[in-house]
């Protein structure tokens, strides 16, 4: 079962408010995903913890209907 | 932590081998693009690994991500730390800090690479 872009970007951001988000659809078959999430969430995370936070709003998604996410996370300044 | 017993052996495996790498599929066969991405680029980088494949273990394929408390395959460990998944591995290896980090660590690598 794929996720469509609006629903994996608004899960992000009802999680990180103030989090700028990006969704490409990479084989334009709705199931693999590239996000770019800029928040001043992740100040003071490590790149693991700044994930965590992404896949964590996801609510458990992110390795079950949600296959394939490549994430890449920045600091907003 | 749990009392889930898959945690000892995942624990038991990240202490008694300095770089592992749980994947699916094994590394001369990955199973999934991501585990082979991971795989190329420590090969690329002489490194030595373990490759333990979960598709062959149900409980270690679920156990494994409670354990780092990360929701996907590959995950790699460098001296019993959880270093990332394929993303982070790609994005460290492009600035360089995954072999500074595998130095650091102790770890062999072909500098040259």
Redesign the interface.
């Known amino acids: 079962m794929a996720m469509d872009p609006q629903s994996i970007e608004k899960m992000i951001k009802e999680a990180l408010p103030d989090a700028s988000v990006r969704i490409d659809d990479l084989r334009g078959d709705g199931d693999h995903y590239a996000a770019y999430v800029t928040s001043a969430a992740f100040k003071g995370l490590s790149?693991?913890q700044q994930?965590?936070l992404v896949?964590r709003a996801l609510q458990?998604r992110?390795?079950?209907e949600l296959h394939?996410l490549?994430?890449?996370t920045a600091i907003a300044e | 932590m749990s009392d889930n017993p898959v945690f000892e052996r995942i624990q038991q495996e990240i202490d008694t081998t300095p770089v592992v790498l749980f994947m699916k599929g094994t590394p001369v066969f990955p199973q999934c693009g991501?585990s082979a991405a991971v795989v190329q680029l420590l090969n690329h980088l002489g490194v030595s690994f373990k490759g333990i494949d979960v598709l062959s273990d149900p409980g270690l394929r679920q156990g494994i991500?409670e354990f780092a408390?990360?929701?996907?395959?590959p995950q790699l460990y460098v001296k019993g730390e959880?270093?990332?998944?394929?993303?982070?591995i790609r994005?460290?290896s492009e600035t360089g800090e995954l072999i500074e980090l595998l130095q650091t660590k102790g770890v062999p690598v072909d500098a040259a690479a």
């Open positions: 790149r693991i994930h965590q896949y458990g992110m390795g079950n394939a490549a994430l890449q | 991501f991500k408390s990360w929701p996907t395959i959880f270093v990332g998944g394929c993303d982070i994005e460290m």
